[in-house]
Nanobody, 120 residues
Framework: QVQLVESGGGLVQAGGSLRLSCAASGSVFSINALYWYRQAPGKQRELVAT???????NYADSVKGRFTISRDTGKNTVYLQMNSLKPEDTAVYYC??????????????WGQGTQVTVSS
């Protein structure tokens, strides 16, 4: 079994920064693509950032130039550095990962989410 545990959320003023972390634990052989999603109240969950096995990254237009996704393969951890935060970035942020287990099988996992609130 694999668990993804997010941390780093909180309350910040507009223009501030936060860094989210998502650590994978359990029977992890390797982690392929990693994703950060967010869901604001009353809105659908949206993909914010992606990082692949080859460290290729992609971002939603709304966060380009402000957010940076990165990974520490040795720690099975993905990060989301969020700068120049805006009130519209307020949401619950979730990490998601395609994980290969030691059995050779691959599964998709979600973290429990971490709240980010940006005050104006």
């Amino acid at each position: 079994q694999v668990q993804l545990v997010e941390s780093g959320g909180g309350l910040v003023q507009a223009g501030g920064s936060l860094r989210l972390s998502c650590a994978a634990s359990g029977s992890v052989f390797s982690i392929n693509a990693l994703y950060w999603y967010r869901q604001a109240p009353g809105k659908q969950r949206e993909l914010v950032a992606t990082i692949t096995n080859g460290d290729s990254t992609n971002y939603a237009d709304s966060v380009k130039g402000r957010f940076t996704i990165s990974r520490d393969t040795g720690k099975n951890t993905v990060y989301l550095q969020m700068n120049s935060l805006k009130p519209e970035d307020t949401a619950v942020y979730y990490c998601n990962a395609n994980v290969e287990l030691h059995t050779g099988r691959q599964y998709n996992y979600w973290g429990q989410g971490t709240q980010v609130t940006v005050s104006s």
